[in-house]
């Protein structure tokens, strides 16, 4: 069946026959704020952006954050919520989409939203890194169940249809996301990559270019992160539950509303797991891997890496 979703995809999204090489942005740019060659500064400020309250609260409360009232850190008039506190020595923001100005009680999710934040948040908060956690759909076809909890490896579009020449590329927004192998060894956490839109359900048309994207799960949200984040240079991570299968025989929204609160308890379980990890973590810029002295969890990039430095009593 590949080769007909392959030349599917070169007809409703691509005028060439380059398709299968479409080229990845790759997310590997160091902080703009980093420091020299050789300087070591502590990570202490994590940013977590999360579209709903459901997903939001668990983590609020597992981190004992405190919502901020005094309104001043967005502008005006926005429904975004920051909660913030100290957790083993980090600086926690996590900051919730909010609810909808005019249709009360309706989460604002999807990708305006989503860009937005990421946005007005690392303006104001300089972190030093980004973790979008939320909800997805899942694909069965690809060994997703419900309540996996996946890292993401790769980003990317599937509803932004741009049939003009290189433009295609530029709708579909493939990334390579920051790179972090001790991550997913010492949690043992899936891998797989993410597909973004803005529409719960899945057309025709979205399910060709998801399959070309070669997700695994889908969400709202996640590509959006992305693109902000590798604009201004944050490194980011992205840690998905699965709520709901999207090639199953339950219905997409009924599966999803059953599951939520559950996988949403099992989303906030991984993310701390995370943040423990990254608790003590270091930027060193320029430091070579080989030394007698220390064991180094490191996450790496192509340019920087950040290290976990632990004493190796041998």
């Known amino acids: 069946m590949a080769p007909p979703v392959k030349n599917a995809v070169r007809a409703a999204a691509a005028p ?31 940013l977590i952006i999360i579209a709903m309250q459901t997903e939001a609260l668990p983590l609020v409360n597992k981190f004992h954050l405190s919502e901020d009232i005094d309104g001043s850190l967005f502008p005006k008039g926005v429904p975004w919520v920051r909660y913030h506190g100290i957790y083993k020595e980090l600086h926690i923001n996590l900051v919730w989409t909010g609810k909808d100005s005019i249709l009360a009680g ?11 934040v990421s946005y007005a948040s690392i303006q104001a908060l300089k972190p030093d890194l980004i973790i979008n956690a939320g909800t997805a759909g899942g694909f069965k076809a690809k060994g997703a169940c419900v309540a996996d909890v996946y890292l993401v490896s790769n980003v990317a ?34 891998v797989g990559k993410l597909s973004t839109g803005d529409s719960l359900d899945m057309s025709p048309q979205d399910e060709v270019l998801i399959l070309a994207n070669d997700a695994v799960v889908k969400d709202m949200e996640g590509a959006a992160v992305a693109y902000v984040a590798d604009l201004l240079s944050v490194p980011a991570i992205f840690i998905k539950a699965v709520t709901n299968t999207v090639d199953g025989q339950k219905s997409i929204a009924e599966e999803f509303l059953q599951n939520l609160i559950a996988v949403c308890t099992t989303l906030a379980q991984t993310v701390s797991q995370v943040v ?24 790496n990039t192509d340019e920087y890496y950040i290290l976990k430095i632990m004493y190796q009593f041998a």
């Open 16 to 46: 060439t026959e380059e398709w299968s090489s479409q080229p990845e942005v790759t997310a590997a740019h160091p902080p703009k704020n980093a420091a020299g060659d050789g300087d070591r500064r502590p990570i202490s400020t994590v």
């Open 106 to 116: 309706v989460d604002s999710i999807g990708t305006i939203s989503a860009s937005l």
């Open 157 to 190: 579009f599937h509803d932004r249809r741009i049939p003009i020449h290189v433009n295609y590329l530029y709708g579909i927004g493939a990334r390579q996301t920051f790179s972090t192998p001790n991550l997913i060894d010492e949690l043992n956490l899936k």
């Open 276 to 299: 423990d990890f990254i608790s003590g973590v270091y930027q060193i810029i320029g430091i070579r891997k080989s030394t007698s002295v220390y064991r180094k969890l490191y996450i």
